[in-house]
C-alpha cells in the first residue's frame, strides 16, 4: 500500500508536468474570458498544483519513513531542491508578468521552470536521489568516525590520568576532589560516546554493530565513573581501558561499512558523471543545429529567428546548470582531481554561449565555439567512458592503486593542457596583429586582450594545480591502521592485511 502510494506520488508529478506546462491544465472557456485572463488562470493553477505537490511529497514522506526509508528521504530531497530552487517564487513571478502582459519575459521565467521541473522530475525517478541518500551516509560516517577519533583520545587521557591517579593512592590518602572531577570528565565522555552510537545505529551495515560495540564502551565507562566515586581508581583504569577497545572496534567497524559505501559510491559516480556528460554533448549538438538553422534563416524570417535564438540561450543555460551540478558531485565526492577544473573551462565557454544566444546574437562564430565545447565534452566522456567499464579497486575516490583511474586523469590533464596551448597560440597571435597596428605596444595594452592573457594564465595554473594534487596523492604514505585515533589507510588492501595480527 505505502508502496502505491509512492508510487501515486511520483506519478502526480508528472501529471502537474504534462497538465501544468503542455497546455492541458484546466481552462476557463467563457466567451468573455480574455486569452490573457486565460493564461493567467493556466499558470495560477499551475502554481497551486505545485504547492499542493510539495505538501503531498512532504505528508508522504512522514507517513512513510518508517517502513520506506529510502522512498521518504527521495522526497524529502524532492521538497527541498523545490525550495531551494524558489519554483513557486518564479511560477507567480511568471503570473505577474502575464497580468503585466509582459508576454516575452513571462516566457522565459516559463521556460526556467520547465528545465527545473525536469531536473526534480529525474532526481524523482532515476538513481539521482540513490546517489545523494548514499553521499548523506558517508557524511554521516565521516563525522562520526572524528566524533568517536576525540572521544577515543579523550578517554585515553582520562585512563592515563586514573592510572597516575591509582599509583598516587598508594603512598597517599585518596583526593575527593580529584576523583570527583575525574568522574564527571568521565560521564562527559560517556555521554558524547552514546550520542555517537545513537547516530550510527541507523546507518545500517557494520554501523549498527558499531553502534553495540559503543553501547559495552558506555557500560566499561559507566563502570569506571562508580570506581572513581568510590575511591578506586585502579578499577576504574581498568574499565576505561576495556571502554578504549570496545571504541577502537566501533571505529574499525564504522571505517569498514566507510569503505563499503565509497566502493558503491565510486560506482555510482561513474555511472551518474557518463551519464550527465552524455547529456551535455546531446543537448549541446541540439543547440549547435538550432544555431545552424537560426543563422541560415536569419534573413528570410528576422523577427521569428531572434525569439528562436533567445530559446536556445535558456537551454544553453539548462547545459550549465548540469555541468555545475556535474563539478558540485565531483568535489563533494572526491571523484577526481582534473576534470572540476577541466569542465569548468568548458562550462565558462557555454556560458559566454549561452550570454551571446540570451541576447539574440548568433553568427558563424558562435557556431565555431559551440563545435569546440562538442569536442571538449566529447574527449571528457570518451576518456571517463573507459573508465566506467574498468573495476573498482579501492574504496578511495583518488588515483592511487588504481591504474585506471590514474589514465583517467592523465588524459584529461593531457587535454586540458593542449587547450591551454591552444589559447596561448591565438591570444600571441591576436598580440602580434595588435603590434603591427601599434608600432610599440604600450605596457597597458587592450583591456580585453589582456583579459584573454589572464585567463590563459589561470588555465595554466589550473593544469598545475591538478597536476600536484595527484602527484601529492601518488606520494603520500599509506596510513597507519586504525587505532581510535588514526585515518583509515588510503589502501584498503593494506588496511586488511594490518589489522589482520591484531
Known sequence: MINQASRFGRFSFVVILVAAFLGRAPSVRAADVSPSDQLQFQQKNAQAQMGELQERMFRLAELTKESEPDDASRLLMAVSRAREQLIIEQMLESLNL???????????????????????????????????????????????ITKLDNATKE????????????????????????????????????????????AVKGLGGQATTAAQSLGNASQNMTMAEGALGNGKPGDGSMSQVQAIAGMQQARQQLAAERDKIMMELEKMVRKQVVANLTEMLE???????????????????????????KQLGASETAIVRIADQTIQLIEDTKFSVALPPALKRVQQ????????????????????????????????????????????VSGNCNCKGDK????????????????????????????AAAKQIVANLPADINPMLKDKILGVRDGQKDVRDAMDAIHQQMTAPDEPAADGAGAQPANQDKAQNQEKPQ
Open 98 to 144: 502575464l497580468a503585466t502582459k509582459d508576454f516575452s519575459r513571462a516566457s522565459d521565467e516559463q521556460a526556467q521552470v520547465i528545465v527545473k521541473l525536469e531536473e526534480l522530475k529525474k532526481l524523482l525517478t532515476s538513481g539521482a536521489a540513490d546517489l545523494q541518500m548514499l553521499m548523506a551516509k558517508l557524511r554521516a560516517l565521516n563525522e562520526n
Open 155 to 198: 578517554e585515553k587521557r582520562q585512563q592515563e590520568a586514573t592510572k597516575k591517579q591509582d599509583n598516587l593512592q598508594k603512598t597517599n590518602p585518596a583526593d575527593p576532589k580529584a576523583l570527583g572531577s575525574m568522574q564527571k570528565d568521565q560521564q562527559q565522555n560517556r555521554k558524547t560516546t552514546d550520542n555517537i552510537a545513537q
Open 283 to 309: 543537448r549541446q549538438k541540439s543547440v549547435r543545429g538550432g544555431t545552424e538553422l537560426a543563422v541560415e534563416n536569419m534573413n528570410q524570417q528576422p523577427r521569428e529567428t531572434l525569439v528562436k535564438i
Open 349 to 392: 565557454k557555454m556560458a559566454v554561449i549561452a550570454a551571446t544566444l540570451d541576447a539574440s546574437k548568433a553568427d558563424s562564430g558562435l557556431i565555431l565555439q559551440e563545435i569546440a565545447v562538442e569536442r571538449d565534452l566529447q574527449g571528457l566522456l570518451d576518456t571517463f567512458k573507459e573508465l566506467s567499464k574498468a573495476k573498482v
Open 404 to 431: 585506471n583511474k590514474l589514465e583517467a586523469e592523465l588524459k584529461v590533464i593531457r587535454m586540458m593542457q593542449m587547450r591551454v596551448n591552444d589559447d596561448t597560440v591565438a591570444v600571441d597571435d591576436e598580440r
